[in-house]
């Protein structure tokens, strides 16, 4: 599978990859778009490019479990859709998550409470449970086999915390209608750690990517389409949506959903209200069958999130998967520290863990007031509907999103839909909000802040073989990557979204936009929005080589 970074997850290599259409050929006619003889552009026959008869009427840009999830639930009611990927299906974040499937709300129902009130948190509790069921019931219909099952969360306390929060949380958790979360005296990890924890039951989990296979098979065997290698570089709302392709085709569809993680179709309007995490996981081999199947999470900040994989066979040994150790995107160099720290934590924790198989990251849209956004895009018409600020529960806030935009695009009222409304303002949690663009603007002014004169190196010389990083020549900040064989690659170091710097990311060898989150592989080609064009090469005097990027 092609990904949006060098580290592999446990699931990339373990479960099957989701196949997708390259383009369904029609009888005689070559396998890819720019082949096809067809008009550029609006005169282009809407839908041609796919299947002419089957025409989609409603296209959904990006096929992790967001967009997925939303085309299976559409197909099932009978809509045409056609989902378009940039790269291969669930080959974003879906496939570097960790896939627990909660209702606890990572950032905790006391603080949503303060965001949204008790009717808020109620209606997230509500969703949330919704989604692990909706899951579950899709894997059951579809005969997915995708290691789903329903099993205890527990939320302990980190060091230095005290039992006062979690009271105060299996309050809030009551409130919003949780009334099975108990607080348990004696819970107890296999080491370091025993006293009270919050038992939130019937969580679940499951192994993201068998799962994106299946809802694609299942797209598929309900007449929809799923076509992997299209970028699309921008939407127009109107009567009809015209869905503009990065190769200059475009498509017309009744209404368009945009669930690229980051929705690439808007400039400002939903990035102000949320900001890029990376995160990081590790995973370690433990004996089959040493410890019982369980959600582990701690009151940290940034906090430990835990769970366990099953043996994929009699003689295999089970999987302890770790994740934690955020920051903001761009912000933070040490990756192998953070893999140690990982290791070490859940060593002292679970001493049965044995040797590291994996180590991952990936990267969480953290929204102001800890909701997704799922609903009309607000900078645009009605037909145009988004869905974004996952947090660290994307599985079902994608599930979720899949729920409320099926409701809006077939005419029904949505309970949930108010709660997720992309156009919500930050009327509480005002401080985080403003902090947030503070540090988006101070990129703009600084061009990474942090370094002097806006750069994290003066030379290029600095830069060893596989790595990169950010210098001025000619007065504009380069991104300048070197190959192994010592060959360089300079392009702009400013984000072709709004014009941040970009910071190189040695782990996954990309470069990063800590803005908005716009990720770009060493030589410039868009990974992951909001950007959808690629940073423009330029050359050893920093001036640009070829014509500007498009779009
Ligand atoms: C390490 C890690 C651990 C996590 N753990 C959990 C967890 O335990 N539980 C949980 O609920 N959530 C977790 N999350 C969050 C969850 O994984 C994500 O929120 C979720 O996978 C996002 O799904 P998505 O469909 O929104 O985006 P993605 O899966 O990123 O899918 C977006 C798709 O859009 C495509 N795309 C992008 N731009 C374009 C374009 N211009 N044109 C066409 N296609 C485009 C991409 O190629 C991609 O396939 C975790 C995330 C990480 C990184
Ligand atoms: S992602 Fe917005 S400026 Fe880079």
Redesign the pocket.
């Known amino acids: 599978m092609r990904g949006?970074g060098s580290s592999r997850?446990l699931w990339m290599d373990t479960a099957p990859r989701p196949e997708a259409t390259r383009v369904a050929p029609h009888p005689g006619e070559p396998a890819h778009p720019s082949d096809l003889d067809m008009d550029k552009g609006l005169a282009f026959a809407p839908y041609s490019l796919v299947d002419r008869d089957r025409p989609a009427d409603v296209v959904v840009?990006?096929?992790?479990?967001?967009?997925?999830t939303t085309a299976y639930l559409l197909a099932r009611e009978g809509r045409a859709v056609l989902v378009?990927?940039?790269?291969?299906?669930?080959?974003?974040?879906?496939?570097?998550?960790?896939?627990?499937?909660?209702n606890a709300i990572d950032d905790r129902y006391s603080f949503l409470e303060t965001q949204v009130g008790e009717e808020g948190a109620r209606l997230a509790a509500e969703s949330h449970t919704a989604a692990i069921e909706m899951i579950g019931r899709i894997a059951a219909q579809e005969d997915i086999a995708c290691d789903y099952r329903r099993l205890d969360g527990w939320l302990f306390l980190a060091p230095g915390d005290d039992r006062h929060l979690l009271e105060e949380e299996l309050a809030a958790a009551h409130r919003a209608g949780l009334t099975d979360v108990d607080l348990v005296e004696d819970f107890r990890l296999p080491a370091n750690y025993a006293g009270p924890a919050l038992r939130f039951p019937r969580q679940g989990q499951f192994d993201?990517m068998k799962y994106a296979a299946g809802l694609v098979r299942a797209i598929r065997a309900l007449g929809g389409q799923v076509v992997a290698g299209?970028?699309?570089?921008s939407v127009e709302g109107g009567e009809e949506a015209i869905i503009h392709l990065?190769d200059g085709h475009s498509l017309k569809a009744a209404a368009c959903v945009v669930?690229?993680?980051?929705p690439?179709i808007d400039t400002v309007a939903i990035h102000t209200k949320q900001a890029p995490y990376r995160?990081?996981?590790v995973a370690l081999r433990v004996p089959r069958g040493s410890l019982e199947p369980a959600l582990w999470w701690d009151t940290r900040d940034d906090y430990h999130?835990v769970?366990l994989q099953a043996a994929a066979d009699e003689q295999g040994d089970d999987i302890l998967i770790i994740?934690g150790e955020d920051h903001k995107t761009g912000e933070a160099q040490d990756h192998d520290q953070r893999f140690l720290r990982l290791e070490d934590w859940a060593r002292r924790h679970f001493p049965m863990a044995a040797e590291t198989v994996c180590r991952?990251?990936?990267?969480?849209?953290e929204p102001f007031d800890g909701l997704a956004f799922i609903g009309r895009d607000p900078a645009n018409t009605a037909n145009i509907l988004i869905?974004?600020g996952?947090?660290?529960?994307?599985?079902?806030?994608?599930t979720i999103?899949g729920m409320v935009l099926t409701d809006l695009l077939q005419g029904r009222a949505n309970a949930w839909a108010g709660l997720y409304e992309p156009s919500r303002k930050p009327a509480r949690n005002l401080r985080e909000y403003l902090k947030e663009n503070l540090d988006v603007a101070r990129e703009y002014a600084f061009g990474g802040y942090r370094h002097e004169g806006g750069t994290d190196i003066t030379s290029e010389a600095a830069i060893a073989p596989g790595g990169g990083g950010v210098l001025r020549i000619g007065g504009q900040p380069v991104a300048v990557f070197r190959a192994e064989d010592g060959s360089l690659t300079r392009v702009s170091a400013k984000c072709t979204h709004l014009g941040c710097t970009v910071h190189w990311n040695g782990l996954e060898n990309s470069w990063d936009c800590p803005c908005h989150g716009s990720r770009f592989a060493p030589d410039g080609a868009?990974l992951?929005?909001p950007a959808?064009a690629d940073l423009a090469p330029v050359d050893a005097s920093g001036e640009p080589v070829g014509p500007p990027p498009e779009p």
């Open positions: 949006t997850s840009v990006g096929a992790g479990i967001a967009g997925l378009l990927d940039a790269r291969d299906p669930a080959g974003g974040e879906t496939a570097r998550t960790t896939a627990h499937l909660s993201p299209q970028r699309v570089t990065a669930a690229t993680n980051s690439v995160t990081y996981v999130y769970r994740g991952w990251s990936g990267q969480v849209m869905a974004t996952d947090s660290g529960m994307g599985m079902t806030h994608g999103a868009v992951a929005g959808v």
